[in-house]
């Protein structure tokens, strides 16, 4: 009889007693199969908009130009998150991050920079730009991430006619998604955390009315956002000159993230001899995160180049923000400043 209790026992999975037991006939093999799959994403995992068919593309990272002779840029509006950031001679660049939307075209396209692989490792995906000096290009593998470059005659780039260079290289993301190795992460993780529904972003429910964020990057690198009620959106001037794409479409965002960070100079300097500054991205600081007509003092904190950055609200919490696209201006401290009005 106990032989026949341990039989029944193992054909039910040696399950608890309060659990029914089936019996496999001896002429089936139970099927033990793979791991079941991962559930597929609900919601874009960039931007937190809800939806049931989220492409398996792995985040597609560009370096597009900010000068006057580079507006407007192509591909800023289709932007699931851009990074704004200062290089040399305070001139601004951006880090353009693509998935949820696929425009055709995007550029001015330009070199890397040694910020880059802090803000483009923890999504693992492809960062494409024109080149640069060795040790910032081998610091991007470092951080494992694809680069795709146009000076090591990477597919998906060509210059524009009617375009002077260097503000003249364009590039196609079709081709440069269709170059991803197995190795990409795809579709992407999320890199914020994202409020469930509209109007419950932590800026939106606990933050203070805002009009304008006035960001001076450098003395010569200004970015204005006004809250647009009408559009429902931050609407983004260069200056006080509105930003607009290629068809005179105002560039906005859902959420504009604003962050206090260290730069430093690099011992590498560019061609006109001047020093490559890096935004210290790995550490702690204050910002501001605005959304739907509201600002919210935060902390921002990253442990290391591959991890997320994590924004950290006046309760101690995880700060959502509202769906949609995401602008973050990397404010270096001492040198730049922000006002909130």
């Not at 040790?135 to 991007?140: D, G, L, N, R, S």
């Not at 061609?271 to 935004?279: K, N, Q, R, S, Y």
């Not at 950055?309 to 270096?332: F, K, M, N, S, Y």
């Amino acid at each position: 009889m106990v032989a026949g209790v341990l039989a029944l026992a193992a054909c039910g999975g040696g399950g608890p007693t309060d659990v029914p037991t089936r019996t496999v006939p001896a002429t089936v093999e139970a099927d033990k199969g793979a791991p079941p799959s991962p559930a597929a994403p609900t919601a874009w995992p960039l931007t937190g908009v809800p939806s049931d068919d989220v492409a398996t593309r792995p985040a597609l990272a560009v370096k597009i130009e900010n000068l006057p002779q580079a507006r407007p840029q192509a591909g800023l509006d289709a932007a699931d998150i851009v990074w704004e950031e200062v290089v040399e001679g305070g001139i601004t660049r951006f880090v353009a991050v693509y998935h949820s939307k696929t425009p055709e075209t995007v550029g001015p396209i330009r070199s890397v920079r040694p910020m880059d692989p802090a803000i483009v490792a923890p999504m693992h995906g492809i960062l494409a730009y024109t080149g640069a000096q060795k040790p910032f290009i081998e610091a991007v593998g470092a951080a494992g991430i694809q680069s795709i470059i146009m000076d090591k005659g990477d597919d998906g780039f060509y210059k524009q006619k009617g375009k002077r260079a260097p503000h003249n290289v364009f590039g196609r993301t079709s081709d440069f998604w269709a170059q991803a190795d197995d190795d990409r992460t795809s579709p992407p993780p999320a890199q914020f955390a994202y409020a469930s529904s509209e109007g419950q972003g932590t800026a939106t429910t606990a933050g203070a009315p805002v009009a304008l964020l006035d960001v001076r990057l450098s003395a010569s690198s200004r970015a204005q956002w006004s809250w647009g009620a009408d559009e429902g959106a931050f609407l983004r001037s260069e200056g006080t000159k509105p930003a607009v794409s290629p068809d005179g479409d105002r560039l906005s965002a859902a959420n504009v993230v604003v962050l206090s960070v260290e730069m430093t100079n690099t011992k590498f300097k560019d061609p006109a001899g001047a020093f490559v500054p890096e935004t210290q991205m790995v550490g702690t600081g204050e910002g501001v995160v605005a959304s739907a007509g509201k600002q919210v003092a935060v902390t921002w904190s990253k442990d290391g180049v591959e991890a997320p950055l994590v924004l950290t609200g006046p309760d101690g919490g995880r700060v959502l923000l509202e769906q949609g696209a995401t602008w973050i201006e990397l404010v270096p401290r001492g040198s730049g400043s922000y006002t909130v009005s």
